[in-house]
């Protein structure tokens, strides 16, 4: 802020968290855009001014890019964005056609029109982790104008050993506590509305990214933490996304 005046630091007096500073950041930004980035993530060095050209042609409320994950020593394609993002160049894109962006849970590959949130009024959820889901999903079902652009990439780190995220260890009972509570707020947004139809793709992601994470791991942690688990992962609605891939899968196979 020192060299450049248009960059202005704002320093909480105590640790509001990711989503309240987020949220703080959103309502005194004065730019005409908004793009998120976590300490320890990067961007290549031209991707703002693609990005801003691209919205800026288009019109965009938002674009999102493709990610990158990377530690000290490799880097590889995210799961969630080899599924969710097409290898070419959309414009005007629209959920309800392309039904696999719901695996695409991350703010930090994207870059909002500030107006857009602003008119929106989309916050992240204080107190929680995996603050991204909801927010992401909310801000693609709300016919808003999304470009999709492959050739940038956001690179989203894996910290290993003791530095691990919170999101990334499995074992730390806030991240099932929080994930059960996103989880459950998606469905209940996505229901009874016209983006209902994403709900048996998103039943799909539940199995296969969500639950399984969990499930995985299950033999490793200790009693209290399985307590948790029982209590935040509801058997009823995981039976239910069972059936639904099941006769999802069977009617695939018939036809």
């Keep these: 802020s020192n060299i ?5 630091i704002i320093e909480n007096k105590k640790n509001l968290g990711v989503s309240l500073s987020r949220n703080k950041g959103i309502d005194l930004s004065k730019g005409e855009y908004i793009i998120f980035l976590d300490s320890d993530d990067k961007l290549e060095y031209d991707s ?5 050209n691209f919205s800026k042609k288009y019109d965009f409320d938002f674009v999102t890019t493709n990610v990158i994950r990377f ?27 392309h039904h696999k962006l719901i695996f695409d849970t991350l703010s930090t590959n ?17 107190g929680r982790i995996y603050e991204d889901i909801l927010f992401c999903i909310k801000a693609y079902c709300s016919d808003a104008k999304i470009g999709i652009c492959p050739k940038i990439y956001s690179h989203w780190r894996v910290r290993t050993g003791e530095n691990k995220s919170i ?8 991240n099932v506590i929080d994930r059960s509570y996103i989880i459950k707020k998606e469905i209940e947004f996505l229901e009874g509305t016209k983006y ?12 296969k990214i969500d639950f399984l994470q969990f499930i995985n791991e299950i033999r490793d942690l200790n009693e209290n933490y399985v307590k948790v688990l029982r209590k935040n992962i509801d058997p009823i609605l995981i039976f239910q996304i ?5 006769f999802l899968h069977h009617h695939s196979l018939i036809h």
């Design 4 to 8: 450049d005046n248009r960059i202005k």
């Design 48 to 52: 703002l001014i693609k990005l801003y």
């Design 71 to 97: 530690n000290e020593k490799k880097k590889w394609t995210s799961v969630l964005h080899w599924i969710a993002i097409e290898n070419e160049v959309l414009i005007n894109v629209d959920i309800l056609e």
């Design 110 to 126: 994207k870059f909002f029109k500030s107006s857009f949130l602003k008119e929106k009024n989309f916050k992240f959820e204080p």
């Design 167 to 174: 999101t990334q260890n499995v074992y730390d009972e806030k």
């Design 196 to 207: 209902s139809k994403l709900l048996d793709e998103l039943y799909v992601k539940l199995l």
């Design 242 to 246: 069972l059936l639904k891939d099941f």
